[in-house]
């Protein structure tokens, strides 16, 4: 979550109340305006407190409209009438909630076999509250297992983990918590992801593991995992280095294997070693939920797993954080039993199609250039043709905005910085109307952006931002 600062100089001015608002008499009834900062002094009535915090909120952005996020903004009502009844269920207390556990397993079990594990019985996995946290253990247990095996040398040589610079943040954030180097192939021309003869590179005998990206967030690419495991294999056969690879499969995960079921990317590769996804992203659950997985209990070690008997009974945990809700799990497990196989395939296909429908829609305008066309991920990125001069991909998200419309535009990392795109995320809800409606609207707007005499966003990074 992000960090937020106290206020400099403290807002005083106390919150608007409307007379309406409280007792059935308007005046009789006015409740005290509480202030905005500091805990008011009394309760107010529970009618009051959801009015003035619904009224708040009316200020958000329409997630549905968010076309930045890869979260799922819409779910059936029947899953949010499960979460709704799981909500006090805390996921930790396996003891007392013996069947939120027991889906839990369920859905473990079912990621086991969607990716192909060559003995769905020997894994071993667990939920987490995000790809961000799935792929922070997955860290840990390469780093541990790294640590073993280099017991003589360890803690004076420093590990190191090798990456593609397209990474989710949440991987620097693991290399800095831990104190890991983090080693990143840059992009190069048009090549927007991790190189897999560059990442053998940059391999040695401090490297705990290279991650690969089914899916990356930048422009919805998939990273060659396969091509990247035979650099490796061929790095073994001439050094003796043996290092594994962890999928982040954060998006891709939940698509690849419904929408690309020859891509070889999952535990079918021996050197795989763990994969994590987000559930909350194309495993179509509400935030937030993700899962880890290991190919056999040897990928984890058992220093890892912390037991707990205080709750009552044995309890293995590996998890960053210790109290959360159940809800998610059970919408996990309710969206693989309502959908099964053939649900999530056409699902994702008509995500897919939307995307790419789109993006060609998009490239018909003719003043913009596809960098991806969402026929991996159901995501694509586009920049400005080198012709466009009168405004720029930060002009164009700015005005989308006014119609509703969040779309992110951001400069690419090392190599690539003089590249500055948008990106659209589609996902299940935005339905060929919506991409109908979003095309109208860019349409409408073309023409008062090419009467600019020039791009006219100063600052860019307040125009808009970069959201995984």
Known sequence: MPLHQGHDTPDERPMSVNPFIGEANPVGGMTE???????PAGPLPPATAYQLVHDELMLDGNSRLNLATFVTTW???????????????????KDEYPRTAELERRCVAMLADLWNAPDPAAVVGCSTTGSSEACMLAGMALKRRWAQRNADRYPGARPNLVMGVNVQVCWDKFCTFWEVEARQVPMEGDR???????AAELCDENTIGVVGVLGSTFDGSYEPIAELCAALDQLQERTGLDIPVHVDGASGAMIAPFLDEDLVWDFRLPRVSSINTS????????PGVGWALWRSPAELPEELVFRVNYLGGDMPTFALNF?????????????FLRLGRDGYRAVQRTTRDVARSLADRIEELGDFRLLTRGDQLPVFAFTTAPDVSA????????????????????TFPANREDLSVLRVVCRNGFSVDLAELFVEDLSRLLPHLRRQPHPLTHDKDAATSFHH
């Open 33 to 39: 305006a509480p202030p905005k900062h500091r805990l």
């Open 75 to 93: 779910m059936e009502p029947e899953a949010g009438l499960l979460m709704a009844e799981c909500q006090d269920k805390n996921m930790i207390d």
């Open 192 to 198: 927007f992801h991790l190189d897999p003869q560059a």
């Open 279 to 286: 559930g909350h992203k194309y495993g179509l659950v509400y």
């Open 323 to 335: 109290s959360r809700p159940g809800a998610q799990v059970v919408a996990q497990y309710y969206s």
């Open 391 to 410: 405004y720029d991909v930060f002009d164009l998200s700015r005005r989308m905005r006014e119609s509703g419309w969040l779309v992110p535009a951001y």
